[in-house]
């Protein structure tokens, strides 16, 4: 049974109560579904407080299997908030209507630049983000899609 000393924390207490020391207890020490309850709080708050707990805990506590699945949680946690962005650009592209290329030139930004954004490869600024929604937002009122998606057929 894990156990805390010296935390004013019990393993039974969200994960969020625990910090540091209970985080680096429970990866030392503990077993399975105390794992899995530090990766469910990290996956619900890729950038909160416990994220950011675990990070400094993987840092202190020697490499063991739980280190190495906690640290592939964290980094998968993180990557699926960049793919999220990612995918709301395509689709923002997308709902404009415009070419990449057009959409890229509404930007004031390179084909090749917008791209990387596109792919997640690179997260844009949030400045970049708002005009990337400024532009389809623009775009796609100017009644260039339908409200499905599909292009407006001209001779309609």
Known sequence: MLKFRNIDASPADPVSRWGVEGIA????????PHWQRIAR?????????????????????????????????????????????ARSIREDVRRSGLSAKEFAAELGTSPSRLSTYMTGRVVPSAVIARRIARVAESHARRGRLHPGGALRDPAA
């Open 41 to 85: 709080a990290v996956r619900d708050q890729p950038y909160g407080v416990v994220a950011d707990q675990v990070e400094s805990a993987l840092r202190t506590v020697e490499p063991n299997g739980a280190t190495a699945l906690l640290s592939d949680a964290l980094a998968r946690a993180r990557e699926d908030d960049r793919q999220a962005l």
């Open 25 to 32: 207890t429970a990866i030392e020490r503990g077993y399975l």
